[in-house]
C-alpha cells in the first residue's frame, strides 16, 4: 500500500509542470506552452525508475544511501547531497513517529529538494549564456541584466518556463545517454535563449 502511495507521488511530482504522461510533451508553466521531443518519456521514465526502483531504501531509512545513487545526474555531486541529507534529518527530528500518510509527505519534500538542485544548477548555466549573448549585442551591466530577468521570472514569462524544463530534460537525457535527445533540447534551449535575450534588448530600450 505504501509503495503505491510513493510510486503515484513519484509519477506526480515530477511530471507537475514539465511533462505530459504518454504523449513525450514539454510544458512550461502552464500546459499551454508546450514542445513535443521525441523519446522524453523514455528519459522521464529512466528518471521515476531511480527514485522507484529504490524506494525500499527510504523506507528502511538508509536516506543517505538512497540520495546517493543521483549523483549520477549531470551536475549533482556530493556537497549537494549531503545538505539535501542535513535538511532532511532536520525534518525527521520534527517527525518522530511517523505515520504512513507523514512517510508519503517525507518523500514528497525528499524529492522536491531533488528536483530543486537538479533543475537549477543546469538552469544557472543557460542564465549565464543570457548574459553572455546580451553583452555580445549590447553594453549592459550584469545588474541591468539581472533586473530584467527578474521582471521576466516575476511574470511567469513563457520562454523562461519552457527555457527551465528545457535545461532540465536535457540534463536528464544526457545523464541516462540519450544523446539525440539531448541535441534537440540543446536546440531548442538556444531558441528560448536568443528570445529571451531580445525581450531583456527590448526592455533596456
Known amino acids: ?61 538508509k536516506y543517505l544511501q538512497f540520495l546517493n545513487l543521483f549523483t549520477k545526474i549531470k551536475g549533482v555531486d556530493e556537497n549537494y547531497i549531503n545538505e539535501i541529507y542535513q535538511d532532511l534529518q532536520l525534518k525527521l527530528h520534527n517527525l518522530k513517529d511517523t505515520e504512513n500518510i507523514e512517510i508519503v ?35 549592459i551591466n550584469d545588474s541591468k541584466i539581472q533586473r530584467e530577468l527578474d521582471m521576466l521570472f516575476m511574470k511567469n514569462d513563457d520562454n523562461i518556463s519552457i527555457l527551465y524544463n528545457l535545461t532540465y530534460l536535457d540534463t536528464l537525457a544526457e545523464s541516462f545517454n540519450y544523446k539525440k535527445v539531448a541535441h534537440i533540447c540543446k536546440i531548442q534551449k538556444s531558441k528560448y535563449i536568443n528570445r529571451i535575450v531580445n525581450l531583456i534588448l527590448e526592455l533596456d530600450n
Not at 525528499?110 to 542564465?127: E, G, P, Q, T, W
Open 1 to 61: 500500500m505504501i509503495l503505491e502511495q510513493l510510486y503515484i507521488a513519484t509519477n506526480n511530482l515530477i511530471n507537475q509542470q514539465f511533462y505530459k504522461d504518454g504523449h513525450d510533451i514539454i510544458t512550461g508553466r502552464t500546459p499551454e506552452v508546450s514542445i513535443k521531443i521525441s523519446n522524453s518519456g523514455q528519459v522521464i521514465r529512466k528518471f521515476k525508475d531511480l527514485f522507484n526502483a529504490n524506494l525500499n531504501l527510504f523506507l528502511d531509512g
Open 105 to 139: 509527505v517525507l518523500y514528497a519534500i525528499v524529492l522536491n529538494s531533488l528536483i530543486s538542485s537538479i533543475r537549477d544548477i543546469n538552469f544557472n548555466k543557460a542564465i549565464s549564456e543570457i548574459n553572455k549573448r546580451v553583452r555580445k549585442k549590447k553594453k
